[in-house]
C-alpha cells in the first residue's frame, strides 16, 4: 500500500468517522483491536482482525484462523462475516479491521468479495475502518473503492 496522508488524507480515503457516534467509533476500534488475541496464526504469526457493526447495532468480532494446509486458512474478515450470517446478521453498517503493522491494512481480494455479497448501501458505500496496531492510525476506505466494477448478486439476475 502506498503512503497514506492520515491528517489530510484524500478520496479515495477519509479520516472521519461519520457513520457512527463517537462513542460507537471507540467501541468498534476497541473490540476491532482486542480481536486480534484471538487470531490463530501460528505459521505466519500475523494477527488480523475485524469486527462488523450491524444495521440493527450488534457488535461481530472474527480474527484470522491459520491451517497447516495454507489454502484453508480464513482471514478475519470472512471469519466475522460468517459469524454475522449464521447469526441473522446479513446487513453491515460499518467494518472495521486491524493487523500487526505500524501502518493499516486493507482486505485480500477474496475478503473484498465476500464483503461484497454482504453490502447492501447504494453505490456500495459501505464504510471499512482500517487501524494500525494499536490504534494510533484510522483511515476510512469504502468498499466501492477497494473493489471498482465489482461483481454482486444482482448480476446473476441479467443472465
Known amino acids: 500500500m502506498s503512503e497514506i496522508d492520515f491528517i489530510n488524507p484524500e478520496p479515495p480515503f477519509f479520516n472521519d468517522h461519520d457513520e457512527v457516534s463517537d462513542e460507537t467509533f471507540e467501541v468498534l476500534k476497541a473490540r476491532c483491536l482486542k480481536a486480534r488475541e484471538l487470531s490463530y496464526s501460528p505459521y505466519s504469526k500475523f494477527k488480523v482482525s475485524c469486527t462488523i457493526l450491524t444495521e440493527d447495532g450488534e457488535f461481530v468480532d472474527g480474527a484470522n484462523v491459520e491451517n497447516a494446509s495454507y489454502g ?14 449464521v447469526g441473522g446478521k446479513r446487513k453491515f453498517k460499518v467494518m472495521a479491521i486491524s493487523g500487526d503493522t505500524k501502518s493499516v ?10 464483503i461484497r455479497e454482504f453490502t447492501h448501501q447504494k453505490d456500495l458505500k459501505l464504510p471499512i475502518y482500517l487501524f494500525n496496531c494499536d490504534g494510533s492510525l484510522f483511515i476510512k476506505m469504502y468498499l466501492k473503492d477497494l473493489l471498482p466494477l465489482s461483481f454482486g448478486p444482482e448480476d446473476l439476475n441479467a443472465i
Open 105 to 114: 491494512i486493507t482486505p485480500c481480494g477474496i475478503c473484498r468479495q465476500v
Open 72 to 85: 484453508a486458512a480464513i482471514c478475519a474478515e470472512r471469519t466475522a462475516i460468517v459469524k454475522a450470517v
